[in-house]
């Protein structure tokens, strides 16, 4: 098994910066694609940004040009630098990935997500 934590939200002024942390901590024995995700109340969860292991990068359309999605393989982390935020990027944002464990198996989790409230 395998824990996803994320933290570095809050509350932002319309125009403000943050940067969102991913710590993956348990069997890992290698994490394939990683992501964000946000989900805004009454709306589904949607894709922010994915990377790959290798560094490939995909945005939202939404975000693109504003969001930089980043990892470090060595230590297992994920990052989200979000600049020019806009208060329709409050939601609680959910860090994801396909992790290998030592068995060899993949599994895609979940962490338990962090809100992200832009707001004057």
């Known amino acids: 098994q395998a824990q996803l934590v994320e933290s570095g939200g809050g509350l932002v002024q319309p125009g403000g910066s943050l940067r969102l942390s991913c710590a993956a901590s348990g069997s890992i024995l290698r994490i394939r694609a990683m992501g964000w995700y946000r989900q805004a109340p009454g709306k589904q969860r949607e894709l922010v940004a994915s990377?790959?292991?290798?560094?490939?990068?995909n945005y939202a359309d939404s975000v693109k040009g504003r969001f930089t999605i980043s990892r470090d393989n060595a230590k297992n982390a994920m990052y989200l630098q979000m600049n020019s935020l806009k208060p329709e990027d409050t939601a609680v944002y959910y860090c994801?990935?396909?992790?290998?464990?030592?068995?060899?198996?993949?599994?895609?989790?979940w962490g338990q997500g962090t809100q992200v409230t832009v707001s004057s």
């Open positions: 990377i790959t292991r290798g560094g490939n990068t």
């Open positions: 994801n990935a396909d992790i290998m464990g030592y068995d060899t198996r993949t599994n895609n989790y």
